[in-house]
C-alpha cells in the first residue's frame, strides 16, 4: 500500500490508519469506545469471557504439554459454557444499570409534588 509505487488500498493505507490514531489520542472511535476525559464502565461480562478463554487456553497448553489429562470433549464443552456464563453475566450487568439509571432519572424523594417536566 505504498502511494510511490503506485498501489494504494481502498481505505487510504497504512498513513490514513496512523493518522486516525493520531487524532484520536491512539483510542479506538468505535461504538466502545470513551470520550477524553471521561472513564470506560466496567464491563463484568468481558471480565468473566478473559477468565474463561485464559482457562481455556491454558487447559489446551496443558493438555497439549501432557501436564493435564483433561479430555478434548471436556474443553470443546467448556467453550459454549463460557459463552452462555458470559451471556448470563451480561444480561444481569444490564439489569443492574438499567435499574440505576431508572433510579438516577427519578426526582428527589422530597420534592415529587414540585418536579415538573419541561417546566
Known amino acids: 500500500m505504498n502511494r510511490a509505487s503506485g498501489m494504494s488500498g481502498t481505505h487510504g493505507g497504512a498513513a490514513a490508519v496512523l493518522?486516525?490514531?493520531?487524532?484520536?489520542?491512539?483510542?479506538?472511535?468505535?461504538?466502545?469506545?470513551?470520550?477524553?476525559?471521561?472513564?470506560?464502565?466496567?464491563?463484568?461480562?468481558?471480565?468473566?469471557?478473559g477468565?474463561?478463554?485464559?482457562?481455556?487456553?491454558?487447559?489446551?497448553?496443558?493438555?497439549?504439554?501432557?501436564?493435564?489429562?483433561?479430555?478434548?470433549?471436556?474443553?470443546a464443552a467448556a467453550l459454549p459454557m463460557a459463552l452462555l456464563l458470559t451471556a448470563a453475566v451480561a444480561l444481569i450487568g444490564h439489569g443492574v444499570r438499567r435499574r440505576a439509571d431508572r433510579r438516577r432519572a427519578l426526582p428527589p424523594a422530597g420534592r415529587a409534588g414540585s418536579w415538573k417536566e419541561g417546566g
Not at 486516525?20 to 466502545?32: E, I
Open 51 to 75: 477468565l474463561c478463554v485464559l482457562a481455556l487456553a491454558a487447559g489446551f497448553a496443558g493438555r497439549a504439554a501432557g501436564w493435564f489429562g483433561i479430555p478434548l470433549f471436556v474443553l
Open 19 to 49: 493518522e486516525r490514531s493520531v487524532a484520536t489520542g491512539g483510542r479506538s472511535a468505535g461504538p466502545g469506545s470513551s470520550t477524553p476525559g471521561r472513564r470506560r464502565r466496567f464491563d463484568p461480562a468481558r471480565f468473566v469471557l
